[in-house]
T-cell receptor
Framework: DADVTQTPRNRITKTGKRIMLECSQT?????MYWYRQDPGLGLRLIYY???????NKGEISDGYSVSRQAQAKFSLSLESAIPNQTALYFC????????????FGSGTRLTVV | GEDVEQSLFLSVREGDSSVINCTYT??????LYWYKQEPGAGLQLLTY?????DMKQDQRLTVLLNKKDKHLSLRIADTQTGDSAIYFC??????????FGTGTSLTVIP
């Protein structure tokens, strides 16, 4: 099993719909992150959480919300999806081992039509 | 936010060495990283270096850090077709917030 699992892998949704992307990890890491990747823009941080009671906004949090249900689970929601939220979304975890370097999930490709 | 810059494309012949370069703006960065992304996959941490180091070697990978010029490079020796991917440089001051470059697409020509 993958260390960081994201579901779904692909999703097409309509403008205005609510959608949730889920992430679970078996690394035992406290720190979890959501990023989006757009061609030519690299990765941009949406939200991050350093433990179950800690939630922080990233660079581009508008239009998104998150929930840290447990140490191992961190979900990202789009309350009312819009086309410019079409992107590849990654969940990641980190800890002090490997210099806080990330372990990424395989990504969710989201298309909003 | 911090600015991390990389060239967009690099092509090398199989068996040659590849050198991927990165410049960053925050001289206080504590950690610097190289990630690899293969098509359809997430990013994979290749290696990292602390800012108090000048060089780190790990098998075919060599990372060089020039703090004065805020320049980081990744050298891949004996480049193979399986090394074709996008390579991302990233920096972090405290291990809390990370800043990624836009990635360098490496193409290995057989």
């Amino acid at each position: 099993d993958a260390d960081v699992t994201q579901t779904p892998r692909n999703r097409i949704t309509k403008t205005g719909k609510r959608i949730m992307l889920e992430c679970s990890q078996t690394k035992g890491h406290d720190r979890m992150y959501w990023y989006r990747q757009d061609p030519g823009l690299g990765l941009r941080l949406i939200y991050y959480s350093f433990d179950v009671k800690d939630i922080n906004k990233g660079e581009i949090s508008d239009g998104y919300s998150v929930s840290r249900q447990a140490q191992a689970k961190f979900s990202l929601s789009l309350e009312s999806a819009i086309p410019n939220q079409t992107a590849l979304y990654f969940c990641a975890t980190s800890d002090v081992d490997r210099g806080y370097g990330y372990t990424f999930g395989s990504g969710t490709r989201l298309t909003v039509v | 936010g911090e600015d991390v810059e990389q060239s967009l494309f690099l092509s090398v012949r199989e068996g040659d060495s590849s050198v991927i370069n990165c410049t960053y703006t925050d001289s206080s960065s504590t950690y610097l990283y190289w990630y690899k992304q293969e098509p359809g996959a997430g990013l994979q941490l290749l290696t990292y270096i602390f800012s108090n180091m000048d060089m780190k070697q790990d098998q075919r990978l060599t990372v060089l850090l020039n703090k004065k010029d805020k320049h980081l490079s990744l050298r891949i020796a004996d480049t193979q077709t399986g090394d074709s991917a996008i390579y991302f440089c990233a920096e972090s001051l405290t291990g809390n917030q990370f800043y990624f470059g836009t990635g360098t697409s490496l193409t290995v020509i057989p």
